[in-house]
């Protein structure tokens, strides 16, 4: 299992910037993919980016280039910077985490951009 804690979001203008933290209560080398979704009212959720073990990471087309997840093993957290912001960036971000075939979010903050 993991408890997974989010911070940093909050209200930002079109073009700014923000920075999400995930802090896992395990290692992340023992996660075998940690990330973060969204989701808008409305709307599904969706994949915002994620990293696995091994270093790769994952963007959905709408945040490449814009936004990058990093993660500070050392600490047990992952990070989203987001720049560029657009008002549909607008949503509740959750931190995921997938540990052999299980599931776990946190939960959840809200980022809302400002036209």
């Known amino acids: 299992q993991v408890q997974l804690v989010e911070s940093g979001g909050g209200l930002v203008q079109a073009g700014g910037s923000l920075r999400l933290s995930c802090a896992a209560s395990?290692?992340?080398?023992?996660?075998?993919?940690i990330g973060w979704y969204r989701q808008a009212p409305g709307k599904q959720r969706e994949l915002v980016a994620a990293i696995s073990a091994s270093g790769s990471t994952n963007y959905a087309d709408s945040v490449k280039g814009r936004f990058t997840i990093s993660s500070e093993n050392a600490k047990n957290m992952v990070s989203l910077q987001m720049n560029s912001l657009k008002p549909e960036d607008t949503a509740v971000y959750y931190c995921?985490?997938?540990?052999?075939?299980?599931?776990?979010w946190g939960q959840g903050t809200q980022v809302t951009v400002s036209s």
């Open positions: 395990r290692s992340t080398f023992s996660i075998n993919i």
């Open positions: 995921y985490a997938g540990i052999r075939g299980d599931d776990y």
